[in-house]
């Protein structure tokens, strides 16, 4: 299942604007974030939900659209062997992106 979350919007000029946009929205749900660390071409925040720790990526996505499209995706951290398996249980993970699509509709109007 691809965790990858697309939306369009103008509400924001920067993938840093993105990026503080979701970690205060996410500290307002009481969900611990660190600050987000910009990585060049994205920037990414780390969570930690029901005890298991979630990085969550983020920035505009280099499409030409008239609109920006914007792209963010929360990746659980698993071991190797776990994610070849199959083992990864990744209910955090779809936690996560479960409350930053509600963010994402929010942010869009």
């Known amino acids: ?3 990858n979350l697309y939306f369009q919007t103008n509400n924001f000029d920067s993938s840093n604007e993105l990026a503080n946009y979701v970690h205060t929205e996410l500290l307002k749900l ?3 974030a660190s600050k987000p660390i910009d990585s060049d071409y ?3 925040t780390e969570l930690n939900l029901d005890g298991v720790t ?3 990526f983020m920035g505009k ?3 030409d659209t008239e ?3 914007w792209q963010i995706w929360p990746e659980q951290r698993f071991p190797f062997l776990k994610k070849i398996y199959g083992n990864a ?3 955090a993970e779809l936690k996560v992106k479960n409350k930053i699509e509600r963010l994402c509709v929010i942010s869009m109007v």
């Open 1 to 3: 299942m691809n965790q």
């Open 30 to 32: 009481g969900i611990s």
């Open 42 to 44: 994205m920037f990414s």
């Open 54 to 56: 979630v990085d969550v």
């Open 61 to 63: 996505n280099d499409e």
């Open 67 to 69: 609109i920006p499209l």
């Open 89 to 91: 249980n990744k209910t």
